[in-house]
């Protein structure tokens, strides 16, 4: 099933801030159960969608197969799908669509010409346009990653088409579209980032000989390892929050590996995974709650799971409102994105035609009179 292993493989709510350390950690909404909005196929005309972010505004970022090529989309419940044509490209440029931030800026990676022969990170506003990032010195290409608040991007500079990693180097651009290249580590012979937060910490890994090392920077502190984010050891980071809390985990195929939690203070803390599963899980998004998202795969298969602040860790299959006849036939397999008020992106299906479905997740009210009630709608 390619959507869903591709959905699974591919950072966070974040509050605009100048720094990690002054993010105020807010009382966490709990952990409750959630109504689903299904961002419906037919609603878009496409035939396969996929969701990449998620903003405190509502707003989801995705991709969708149409005809020979794809298009990027923005969709939230009170409009539906708006389609970005500026972003739309044909079905052999690897890149669809990479994040979005408070500001509704999305980043995505185009061709240019000469026919298409290089790349170009590019950020989207809406009555904007698109503005281009040029890549860092000596280099070709350009691959946009993540957006934060600040309008700060960060991303990949080097050569194009490189399936092989080599030269490539984690970029962050400012808000005025200067490049700056983050340094590696000695024996790194490329470097890739996965996500930043609002004061400008990015995560990512260096490829070295010995194989991948997580890395978190800043301006500030310079670059760092990330103990437990190697090769040998548990994968790589998927997202950071304000607090410089980091998640992630081994990859979709690597069963065995565990999600994992990082922070200054606390080092490496495995999450582990679902009772009675096979020992298989990841963490794809941390809010600035340390609630986490993502899946467990047991002897069933994937199940897309949440973990409080205390990393305990839930089923959200078991956490479902199931009031309306559909809804009892509905399957989250992966948990993408979760903002600071608990809205959790998630890809699943209906057990009756199994096909690959996108959801929006948002927690349910919870009756004033008895707190084991629940309830969804108006």
């Not at 991709?63 to 490209?89: P, Q, S, T």
């Not at 490829?207 to 984010?229: C, E, F, Q, V």
């Amino acid at each position: 099933m390619r959507p869903v292993i591709e959905f699974l493989l591919i950072g966070v709510l974040i509050t605009t801030s100048a720094v990690a350390n002054e993010v105020e950690r807010a009382t966490p909404p709990d952990i409750t159960h959630y109504c689903t909005t299904e961002l419906s196929v037919a609603d878009s005309g496409l035939y396969y969608t996929a969701t990449v972010g998620l903003n405190r505004r509502g707003q989801v970022l995705g991709w969708g197969y149409l005809g020979e090529g794809v298009e990027v989309f923005l969709w939230n419940r009170k409009h539906g799908y708006k389609f970005i044509d500026e972003l739309a490209h044909e079905l052999e440029i690897p890149v669809k669509a990479a994040a979005l931030n408070d500001r509704g800026q999305v980043v995505s990676t185009q061709p240019i010409e000469p026919a298409g022969a290089f790349l170009r990170a590019v950020i989207w506003q809406q009555g904007k346009g698109l503005k281009f990032l040029e890549p860092a010195p000596e280099d070709d290409s350009s691959v946009a990653v993540d957006i934060n608040n600040r309008g700060e991007v960060v991303g990949v500079s080097g050569p194009y088409p490189n399936e092989s990693a080599l030269g490539e180097r984690s970029v962050i651009w400012d808000r005025h579209a200067r490049v700056t290249v983050i340094p590696e580590f000695p024996d790194s012979t490329g470097s890739r980032p996965y996500a930043m937060n609002d004061a400008g910490q990015v995560i990512g890994v260096n490829n070295t000989p010995g194989g991948g090392r997580g890395y978190i920077w800043d301006r500030k502190s310079g670059l760092r390892a990330i103990d437990g984010l190697t090769s040998g050891g548990v994968g790589f980071p998927s997202s950071i929050n304000d607090h410089g809390d980091v998640v992630g985990g081994g990859s979709f195929y690597n069963y065995g590996s565990h999600a994992i939690f990082w922070s200054e203070e606390t080092g490496t803390v495995d999450l582990g995974d679902l009772p009675g599963s096979i020992e298989s899980s990841y963490a794809s998004d941390i809010n600035n709650h340390r609630q986490i998202v993502g899946y467990a795969t047991g002897q069933g298969g994937s199940a897309a799971v949440i973990w409080d602040s205390q990393f305990q860790i839930y089923n959200l299959n078991e956490l479902l409102i199931r009031d309306k006849p559909d809804d009892q036939y509905l399957y989250m397999l992966g948990a993408a994105k979760i903002t600071d008020a608990g809205w959790i992106t998630a890809s699943g299906f209906d057990t009756r035609d199994r096909q690959y479905r996108s959801f929006l997740l948002t927690p349910a009210r919870r009756s004033l009179t008895d707190s084991y009630q629940y309830s969804c709608g108006k």
